[in-house]
């Protein structure tokens, strides 16, 4: 992956970078390029296709990775022109979600992050809006025997039963994980728990 390039997540099936200076004459709409996100070295070409049934036109485009191909996985055709999500991932990239929340980096694609606020015993999910429709994230506030604070941070994907657990010991500056149920490396990048007079970090993917 060249360094230079900077990826964004449009949705599972498509990745997207935007050249500010594509040539007017481009057939990308403002410069926007998209990728496969199998294989994030790849970018996908595109395969328009119009059926006219009546008065009506449907148009769609597939959005090719040979390495996809070879390999017999689908790609992915999204139902609608190529100037339309084009210009999806370009107000996507110039939305509040990606202007006013910090980016974070997985593998080699950038996402928002998931920002989860602590009160007193209770929990403020921020972001919650921009948060993948595939995740739900679950927080509680309790109290151990000694009268210490134990936040518990659940995140469950694909609408799993058990979800990987994080949990914060704010009075004892401790950040733990339950690798077990299941292992929050499956699903969590990073986390980083900014307390008052420091910052725990753990990032979980350079620990698998």
């Given at each position: 992956?060249?360094?230079?390039?900077?990826l964004?997540k449009?949705?599972?099936?498509?990745l997207?970078?935007?050249?500010?200076?594509a040539?007017?004459?481009?057939?990308h709409f403002?410069?926007v390029?998209?990728?496969?996100?199998n294989?994030?070295?790849?970018?996908?070409?595109?395969?328009?296709?119009?059926t006219?049934?009546g008065?009506?036109?449907?148009?769609?485009?597939?959005?090719?990775c040979?390495i996809?191909?070879?390999?017999?996985?689908?790609?992915?055709t999204?139902?609608?022109?190529?100037?339309?999500?084009?210009?999806?991932?370009l107000?996507?990239?110039?939305?509040?979600?990606?202007?006013?929340?910090?980016?974070?980096?997985?593998?080699d694609?950038?996402?928002?992050?998931?920002?989860?606020?602590?009160?007193?015993?209770?929990?403020?999910?921020?972001?919650?809006s921009?948060l993948?429709a595939?995740?739900?994230?679950?927080?509680?506030?309790?109290?151990?025997?000694?009268?210490?604070?134990?936040?518990?941070i659940?995140?469950?994907k694909?609408?799993d039963?058990k979800?990987?657990?994080?949990?914060?010991?704010?009075?004892?500056?401790q950040?733990t994980?339950?690798?077990?149920?299941?292992d929050?490396?499956?699903?969590?990048?990073?986390?980083e728990?900014?307390?008052?007079d420091?910052?725990?970090?753990?990032?979980?993917?350079?620990?698998?």
């Amino acid at each position: 992956m060249n360094e230079d390039i900077t990826l964004y997540k449009l949705n599972d099936r498509l990745l997207f970078r935007i050249d500010d200076k594509a040539p007017n004459s481009s057939p990308h709409f403002s410069g926007v390029y998209f990728y496969c996100p199998n294989h994030e070295k790849i970018e996908l070409t595109s395969r328009i296709t119009e059926t006219t049934r009546g008065k009506k036109t449907d148009i769609k485009t597939k959005f090719i990775c040979p390495i996809c191909v070879s390999q017999k996985i689908a790609s992915y055709t999204y139902h609608g022109g190529l100037d339309e999500i084009q210009k999806q991932a370009l107000a996507l990239k110039n939305s509040k979600e990606f202007k006013d929340t910090k980016l974070i980096r997985l593998d080699d694609y950038y996402i928002p992050e998931l920002k989860v606020e602590i009160k007193g015993e209770k929990t403020i999910i921020v972001n919650k809006s921009e948060l993948p429709a595939e995740y739900k994230v679950v927080c509680d506030v309790k109290k151990d025997k000694d009268g210490d604070t134990i936040i518990m941070i659940q995140v469950f994907k694909d609408g799993d039963t058990k979800g990987a657990q994080v949990f914060v010991k704010p009075e004892k500056k401790q950040l733990t994980t339950d690798h077990n149920n299941p292992d929050p490396a499956s699903i969590i990048s990073k986390i980083e728990v900014k307390l008052s007079d420091r910052t725990l970090t753990h990032n979980f993917r350079e620990s698998k």
